[in-house]
């Protein structure tokens, strides 16, 4: 979600912001009430703020969907001359208005219907209201619904890949930062322990491309405390907490997130930290939002728990590919060996070769070898039948 620009006094103002930091009004002009049709509970209620938003399964959008009926990015709303406009950008052709199929930009109606795949919204329009806002919401319910998309999206990652890039992404989208990284400890061969990045991620769900990622350095004096054990770092303005780096000094870095993923170590009996997830921003975030912080533990535990099940697996899948091999190798000598028997059975057949040997003794040992030849073949595929 991009920068909020206050319909009454035109100031810019975070993205989940409720209310102007500057005006004290409310940012919100729309909302979208789920009608439980779906995975989503009923009456869960997502703010629209004057710009845009999108929807999608995936963790880098701002309303997440966890259903394998949506895409991954699905539907963009615009806000543009006080009104709202829906795009459909999976081309899946399961998005409506009310009854009309929202094919390249439908605008939204006060209370009509929004329908995208199995689930419905009712889309209300908030009337603009000079009155200062003195309650803001409490924000627990949208965090909650963010946990459970992000939850159900560790479970639908196909491979370890895509565990560790919805990690970051989630990571940015909790914390407002824009530019985020994945790194898993590994031991080098001379026994010293290395960081191996292993995603690179901007907010709104996207790859870190090579260039944005060089334009400034990550901050390795915070790393480094998070790798020797001191807990999480989260610096929301490093000017308004006096944190003062190399790095935060050279690039101007405001805010920084930096979240230990540990486990437990069978052989030492200690905790070990096994990965990190990097976040940081040019610009604050501003104070994060309530639960955040809890939140963040929380989701740093389940990013460890499903980054070391897909080790786990893959350590399996390798176990198995080996077996594999041998199985196959197991079978193609046994192949070769019954074809030696048989050619052997076909010499033995000819008296004046093997004269001095009784025929019948030596084809009744030679057919006892071939049946257990054949069982063993035989046990061998019902165990390749297994392992596929």
Known sequence: MQDVICPFCQATNPRDGYICDNCERSLIVGKLTSLGRGVLTKGLVWDLRPCSHTMGRNIGNDFVVPSNLISGKHMQFVYRNGKFYVEDTSERGNCFVNDAQVENELGLQNACTLRVGVEEFLFTQVKLDSNKVTKVPDPLA???????????EFHASLNLQEVVDNAVDAVLRLTHTNRGYAFLVEETPDGEMDLREVSARESGGKILSQGESNEYTISQSIIQQVLQGNGSI??????????????IRKFKLKSIICLPLVTYNYRTGQKQVMGIIYADSLMPTGELPKHCRSTLQMLAEIITSTIVK????????QTFGKYQRCVNQVEMDLQATTD??????????????????????????????????QSIWSSLKRLNMAND
């Not at 949208?142 to 159900?152: A, E, H, K, T, Y």
């Not at 093997?354 to 019948?360: D, H, L, N």
Request: proline share 1%; no cysteine.
């Open 142 to 152: 949208g965090q909650l619904q963010l946990m459970l998309g992000i939850i159900s």
């Open 234 to 247: 989260i610096i929301e303005d490093a000017m308004q907490q006096n944190v003062n780096t190399d790095t």
């Open 310 to 317: 897909w080790q786990n697996y893959d350590k399996m899948e």
């Open 340 to 373: 030696q028997i048989l050619y052997l059975q076909e010499m033995i057949n000819e008296p004046e070769k093997y004269s001095k040997i009784s025929r019948e003794e030596i084809n009744l040992e030679l057919n006892a070898v071939e049946s257990r030849i």
